[in-house]
């Protein structure tokens, strides 16, 4: 079975790996919204990563209410299943303002589970969420 862990491992291997290649290929959000190349060489990064969202342990998501588990799950869902009808200005903004903050947050949460660190749980609406993680829930809804 695979744990939360294991799963926070992937979405920090593939986000660095993502955040690599759009430094690598100087990817922009203008070149995003009007390359068809860089719209699919970014869609399998954000599909793996909105997949292991997906997987974490209700759990530990509802410990970590600060991280938006439930809206990169679905932008998964979405890039999966309405292709057509993906807003590449939100999923610019996801990938240039709000991915490189999401796969810290991940970072700190393996070196919580690794140092043994327990956090409260506690449950907040998505009207609290910060701003910058209201693009993920814009490209769920």
Known sequence: MKTDRYRLKRIVAVGDQLLNVISLRDLTPETLLSDIQMQWMVTTPLYNIGEQANCISREFADAHPEVP?????????????????????????????????????????????????????????TKTLPAKSRHWLLVAI
């Open 69 to 125: 588990f439930a809206q990169i799950a679905g932008l998964r869902h979405r890039l999966v299943h309405d292709y057509e009808g993906i807003n590449w200005s939100i999923i610019s903004s996801v990938l240039f303002d709000e991915l490189e903050t999401f796969v810290a947050q991940a970072r700190d949460l393996i070196a919580e589970l690794d140092e043994g660190r327990v956090v409260p749980r506690k449950l907040i609406s």
